[in-house]
């Protein structure tokens, strides 16, 4: 386990109650029939979708383009907002308010990870545990 895991849950009970607060965005990398996921240096440990917090004044697709490209070094293109409210459900014991963006993209494209991630990979689509709001769109 590593001291971010260890971190993450030490600081568990703080996250409980700050989680249902914020808005974050999360971006769906789809190549074909399978998505991009990554385990962050402070988290849970487990594969989650690139993203984070949203800047204020700033759109969820803005916020979608700057936080892949900070964390992997991916720029994207033709980035579809799934909702245009951020869709609330539990994750892992916590309540999330998460805006979801899709980006389709159609060769793989090299991943420098920045000092957030920890690793990354590429997971059949049918794998990745999505809320329903979101799995019925993509």
């Known amino acids: 386990m590593s001291i971010g895991v260890i971190l993450y849950y030490l600081s568990w009970p703080l996250l409980w109650f700050y989680s249902p607060l914020t808005v974050r965005v999360r971006v769906i990398i789809k190549h ?34 700057r936080e ?11 980035l579809e907002l799934i909702s245009n409210e951020a869709v609330v459900y539990g994750q892992h014991g916590l309540i999330k308010r998460n805006y979801f963006v899709l ?34 769109k993509i």
């Not at 029939?33 to 204020?56: H, R, T």
């Not at 892949?68 to 033709?78: A, P, R, T």
């Not at 993209?105 to 920890?118: H, L, W």
């Open 32 to 65: 074909n029939d399978e998505v991009l996921v990554v385990k962050n240096w402070f988290g849970s440990g487990y594969w989650q979708l690139p993203g984070g917090g949203i800047k204020a004044g700033e759109k969820p697709l803005q916020a979608a383009n």
């Open 68 to 78: 892949v490209k900070e964390e992997l070094s991916i720029k994207l293109k033709n």
């Open 103 to 136: 980006a389709k993209i159609e060769s793989k494209p090299a991943v420098k990870m920045s000092s957030e991630i920890t690793d990354h990979k590429w997971i059949d689509l049918s794998s990745f545990k999505f809320p329903k709001q979101v799995s019925e």
